[in-house]
């Protein structure tokens, strides 16, 4: 039986806050980090070199030491990446919409800033609807905006520190900034961090996103390539039952993409499921269901731009606001 759009969410909740902890705890708990005074990346609490030291030392020969760089660093990376490239491959960006810590911020701030002023992000062009697809309603409030502006300052803040922990050792720099005595690189550091996280969190964090983050692009380039990845397919042949709905998978969408339109359009789709969720409960009550499911193999690759644009003609005739693929 497939699990319900809702239970999804909920899944995904519980995912991206224990990851967004992950991410903040790792360098402290010394699970992962960089730390540059050492030199050598320190991994579950084990210095993690290429084990050269050995070899400077006379105490290794050349084949130990190329052993321990195939084993060290070559084979972790060939794993690592190649493990993304297949995840990627398949499911296309499942890292950003179900662990990334970024798009959780994402998805945060979107949410306060449509209570505040009834529109996701700054460059909305038209406030979303006030009653969401499960019946409830959103009145935009100003007072919000003090709550917008604690987000950005704090999760900025919080990122620049965080980021300093995995270069530096987090005692000393978690140590110095609750004392008040921050070193002057430190405090450069997370002065100009914060800073630009401000800025990118209040004007820019979905076109990072989209344009801007190596890890996001690397998982849509290698999506792309394969034509049988999991994909949002949508019942083009049920169109009509679009009609009263106002877009409600538009407006769900964090990254502001049209869930009904072509894949090529979906390039920066991160698989958050929030449209399959917005179109189950405008749907709730139809015995067809949902128009947008979750695809992939043959299904998935029979959806061919070619194929969408004849499936535009019924979309358009039945003129469901924006759910045309052109």
């Known amino acids: 039986m497939p699990i319900s759009a809702d239970r999804l969410q909920r899944y995904r909740l519980i995912a991206r806050t224990a990851f967004f902890m992950l991410f903040v705890v790792a360098p402290p708990l010394d699970i992962f980090r960089l730390d540059l005074t050492l030199g050598h990346f320190i991994l579950f ?11 400077v030392n006379g105490e290794v020969g050349a084949g130990g ?8 660093g070559l084979l972790p990376i060939i794993l690592v990446v190649g493990f993304g490239v297949w995840l990627s491959w398949r499911y296309g ?46 009145t935009p409030r100003a007072v919000w905006w003090l709550a917008v502006a604690l987000a ?20 000393q ?3 110095n900034l609750f004392s008040g005595e921050l070193t002057r690189n430190q405090s450069i550091f997370i002065t100009a961090a914060s800073l630009a996280f401000i800025i990118e969190f209040l004007l820019a964090r979905h076109l990072f996103c989209r344009f801007g983050c190596a890890v996001g692009l690397f998982q849509s380039l290698a999506w792309m390539a394969n034509r049988r990845a999991m994909v949002v397919g949508f019942k083009a042949d049920r169109a009509v039952e679009c009609k009263g709905c106002d877009n409600a998978c538009d407006n769900a969408c964090p990254m502001r993409l049209k869930p009904r339109g072509m894949k090529r359009r979906m390039f920066t789709c991160t698989q958050c499921a929030r449209c399959l969720q917005a179109c189950d409960q405008v749907q709730a009550d139809n015995p067809a ?23 535009d003609k019924p979309v358009r005739r039945y003129a469901c606001g924006e759910c045309s693929a052109d």
């Open 45 to 55: 609490g084990t210095d993690w070199t290429l084990g050269l030291d050995g070899f």
């Open 173 to 175: 720099v978690w140590g």
């Open 93 to 138: 960006r499942l890292y950003c919409g179900w662990l990334c810590p970024h798009f959780s911020v994402v998805e945060s701030i979107n949410a306060l800033m449509r209570r505040a002023w009834g529109r996701p992000t700054l460059w909305e062009r038209r406030p979303l609807p006030e009653q969401l697809p499960d019946g409830r309603h959103i």
């Open 152 to 171: 950005i300052v704090g999760f900025a803040v919080l990122w620049a520190v965080t980021l300093l922990t995995y270069l530096l050792p987090p005692a």
């Open 65 to 72: 030491a190329a052993l321990n760089l195939v084993l060290r």
């Open 289 to 311: 269901g949902s128009l947008l499911h979750w695809i992939e193999g043959a299904e998935a690759a029979s959806i061919s731009d070619s194929v969408l644009k004849v499936r």
